[in-house]
């Protein structure tokens, strides 16, 4: 079955940076792209990014943009976000969500989240 | 700001059926598929319905979708106790070149 694991919590003082994994298995990687969504707490989904699985095309949310990066490694079935210069309101659930059209929010597979959590 | 506008909370007894809307713009809800999530306290969203319209095969009947225009929908129908959940919508944006979500709807079982 399709399983998206996720690597563990980080705590990063402001102006750090955060990596978080994202291991597929279950479905042949490359037949699907991995899109990214973010949940502060209390608050509502919030799309993040998307990359293509052949690192072809990347799409990210306007206000990151600078600041983050999506990574495939087809060889580890592994999708990776990196987030820079992070500030509180970066503090969130991130989530990794496979889907078969990167243009738009056809999620059906989500990994458990990844919290991470930026203070001083 | 969420870029589609959702209803914060609706409510009905158990048994009966609640609406959700999801309000966008042409650039969105106006031009692309919905899909819609639920999702419980800590854990991750679940699609429910997708291309507007669709089920996943293990969505129960009682949840379907509609789209008119720049408009969307989603309909619970013999609301359960454990249905009670945080519900979004989410479509692309081409103007924005990026997924939105709804701000998400608190149904709450009576």
């Known amino acids: 079955q399709v399983h998206l694991e996720q690597s563990g919590p980080e705590m990063k003082p402001p102006g750090a940076s955060a990596k978080v994994s994202c291991k597929a298995s279950g479905y042949i990687f490359v037949d699907f792209d991995m899109a990214w969504v973010r949940q502060a707490p209390g608050q509502g989904l919030e799309w993040v990014g998307w990359v293509s699985s052949n690192s072809d095309d990347k799409r990210y949310a306007s206000h990151l943009q600078d600041r983050i990066t999506l990574t495939i490694d087809s060889s580890t079935n592994t999708a990776n976000m990196e987030l820079r210069s992070l500030t509180s309101g970066d503090t969130a659930v991130y989530y990794c969500?496979?889907?078969?059209?990167?243009?738009?929010?056809?999620?059906?597979?989500w990994g458990q989240g990844t919290r991470v959590s930026v203070s001083s | 700001q969420a870029v589609l506008t959702q209803p914060p909370s609706v409510s009905a007894a158990a048994g009966q059926q609640v609406t959700i809307s999801c309000s966008g713009g042409?650039?969105?809800?106006?031009?692309?598929?919905v899909s819609w999530y639920q999702q419980f306290p800590g854990t991750a969203p679940k699609l429910l319905i997708y291309d507007n319209s669709q089920r996943p095969s293990e969505i129960p009947d009682r949840f379907s979708g509609s789209k008119s225009g720049t408009s969307a929908t989603l309909g619970i129908t013999g609301l359960q106790p454990g249905d009670e959940a945080h519900y979004y919508c989410g479509t692309w944006d081409t103007g924005l070149r990026a997924g939105v979500f709804g701000g998400g709807t608190k149904v709450t079982v009576l």
């Open positions: 969500a496979r889907t078969p059209r990167g243009t738009s929010t056809l999620y059906g597979h």
């Open positions: 042409a650039s969105n809800v106006g031009m692309h598929f």
